[in-house]
């Protein structure tokens, strides 16, 4: 399963509805990246698999991913979502409302995931999911099973990084900083642990009961 047609096909698997492609239009005005539709469909999956009633989401972009986790999730979760830019989250905002996402099942919290994190509850959350800086992955995955229950889910996107982790003569830092984070979590035993490639690339790994 390596030629472009049938990842193309991978990706085609689960249509999106309007309220998808509408996050994805404002994706492209403010020139966020989001999710691919193989990874948005697998946090969708993920979330319900987990029975998710607490997700937490590094990098709220304009929705795409968030409306995924929260259309996974329980029908009473809550997402808490950081971001550093308002903008975005104005927009996702928009999103979750349009597609029917009760106000009260989202919390969307502006700021720097290193200076957020550290104020949530640990144990407090079924799945985090981590798209933000990827220079800052190492220091995500510290927060992130620290914030997870036991059993529960840390995924990481762009964990390919547009091909460049798997080809070594790539040294930028956000390739380097994914590289080694896929390096730890490999060499981790206590850590169950997929490298799927959905979208740019899914690293999904459980905590230990």
């Given at each position: 399963m390596t030629t472009e047609a049938s990842l193309a096909y991978v990706e085609q698997f689960q249509s999106e509805d309007?309220?998808?492609?509408?996050?994805?239009?404002h994706a492209e005005t403010v020139g966020v990246v989001p999710v691919l539709p193989g990874a948005r469909a697998a946090l969708s999956f993920l979330a319900g698999a987990a029975g998710a009633k607490s997700v937490a989401e590094i990098g709220t972009g304009?929705?795409?991913?968030?409306?995924?986790?929260?259309?996974g999730m329980l029908?009473?979760?809550?997402?808490?979502?950081?971001?550093?830019e308002a903008?975005?989250?104005?927009?996702?905002?928009?999103?979750?409302?349009?597609a029917g996402i009760s106000p009260t099942r989202f919390r969307l919290i502006t700021g720097s995931a290193l200076d957020v994190l550290p104020?949530?509850?640990?144990?407090?959350?079924d799945l985090?999911?981590?798209d933000g800086d990827k220079v800052e992955y190492g220091e995500y995955l510290d927060e992130a099973l620290r914030l997870t229950r036991a059993g529960g889910f840390v995924v990481?996107?762009?964990?390919?990084?547009?091909?460049?982790?798997a080809d070594p003569s790539q040294r930028d830092p956000e390739t380097v900083a994914i590289r080694e984070l896929v390096e730890r979590v490999r060499a981790d035993e206590d850590l169950s642990a997929l490298l799927l490639p959905l979208g740019d690339g899914?690293?999904?790994l459980q905590k230990p009961h």
């Open positions: 309007d309220h998808l492609r509408t996050a994805r239009q304009t929705g795409v991913s968030g409306l995924a986790l929260l259309r029908p009473d979760g809550v997402l808490t979502s950081v971001d550093l903008e975005n989250q104005r927009l996702a905002r928009q999103v979750f409302l349009g104020r949530l509850n640990d144990g407090g959350y985090v999911f981590c990481f996107d762009n964990a390919l990084w547009h091909d460049r982790v899914l690293l999904v």
